[in-house]
């Protein structure tokens, strides 16, 4: 089956860059995602990439994709208190009908004055 | 990007009841996706709902136990039968829209 792993834990202070990790272990998948889920809320989708690329930057975030070592980055530059949150990176497999998505463990940041 | 709503937002439930979760999107879409959170979890996938069609069970989940309707291309519902307090979770609607899946505010349910 697929496994995708992430720390559980971040803190850092406000005005400084964050850094999330990812880890998948199945090569097959077709885009990678990171969602946001604020207390008592649902998933936001932040931001996505495709799997044949390196790096995509949308305004302050920026993900890094390393095939060969299957490993996904998400830093949030500048990172404000109300970046606190749970962070789920996920990715996405095609059944020919649908495109199943596989999350990680969630990673729950905070940010610091 | 869809906008999605879900009814109840959240429910206190007696063990042995069943509740029914809706989940409304306010344009057509075709696919249709029931998601677990169990406290402190990750989301796993429950079923995959496509209008007109039986939905397609993850393993470790039957339809006895999580019945789906998909009536139209807006509309599913989750009914979570027999419940116990092992079912206490958020539940979540998604669809997917091209290569993006978004998701609904969730179902916040406590089983006692």
């Given at each position: 089956g697929e496994d995708v792993e992430q720390s559980l834990f971040l803190s850092v202070r406000e005005g400084d860059s964050s850094v999330i990790n990812c880890t998948y272990t199945?090569?097959?998948?077709t885009y990678l995602y990171w969602y946001k889920q604020e207390p008592g809320a649902g998933l936001q989708l932040l931001t996505y990439i495709f799997s044949n690329m390196d790096m995509k930057q949308d305004q302050r975030l920026t993900v890094l994709l390393n095939k060969k070592d299957k490993h996904l980055s998400l830093r949030i530059a500048d990172?404000?208190?109300?970046?606190s949150a749970i962070y789920f990176c996920a990715e996405s497999f095609s059944t020919g009908t649908a495109s199943k998505l596989t999350f990680g463990t969630g990673t729950r940041l905070q940010v610091t004055l | 990007s869809a906008v999605i709503s879900q009814k109840p937002s959240r429910d206190i439930c007696q063990r042995g009841t069943s509740l029914t979760i809706q989940c409304q999107v306010d344009s057509q879409v075709t696919m249709m996706f029931w998601y677990r959170q169990q406290p402190g979890q990750s989301l796993t996938l429950i079923a995959t709902a496509n209008q007109g069609s039986e939905a397609t069970y993850e393993s470790g989940f039957v339809i006895d136990k999580f019945p789906i309707s998909?009536?139209?291309?807006t509309f599913s519902t989750l009914t979570v039968s027999n419940m116990s307090p092992e079912d206490s979770s958020i539940y979540l609607c998604s669809v997917e829209d091209g290569l993006r899946q978004f998701f609904g505010p969730g179902t916040r349910l406590t089983v006692l």
């Open positions: 199945d090569s097959s998948s990172t404000q208190t109300g970046d | 998909r009536p139209n291309l």
